[in-house]
């Protein structure tokens, strides 16, 4: 199994990036699909985790309204597409599979990151 991550890269504030996550090995469709996070000298934290049973994707509360998470099945890819960015939202960016949505111990496989920066 690999997830394999990308899009990341340099943004002004303000603007906008999409993140792609490509799984091989795995079905998304079958699959509780997240993005997380993790900033120098923060903890992880989740970004966005969609269930795969209803499709619900809940949001963390300081990227609502700014990042949208989809699914392409066909391409067995996910996506967040990431607008208004602000510099605390500089991060490396992970995402992960598993079969339940929640805290990232859920999730089985992870991506390898990709690095987002965000200048003001």
């Known amino acids: 199994v690999q997830l394999q991550a990308s899009g990341g890269g340099l943004a002004q504030a303000g603007g906008s990036l999409r993140l792609s996550c490509k799984a091989s090995?795995?079905?998304?469709?079958?699959?509780?699909v997240a993005w997380f996070r993790q900033a120098p000298g923060k903890e992880r934290e989740s970004v966005a985790t969609?269930?795969?049973?209803?499709?619900?994707?809940t949001y963390a509360d300081s990227v609502k309204g700014r990042f949208t998470f989809s699914r392409d099945n066909a391409k067995n890819t996910v996506y967040l597409q990431m607008n208004s960015l602000k510099p605390e939202d500089t991060a490396v960016y992970y995402c992960a599979a598993g079969r339940r949505s929640g805290p990232g111990n859920r999730y089985d496989y992870w991506g390898q990151g990709t690095l987002v920066t965000v200048s003001s």
């Open positions: 090995g795995l079905t998304f469709s079958s699959r509780a």
């Open positions: 969609s269930t795969w049973s209803d499709l619900s994707t």
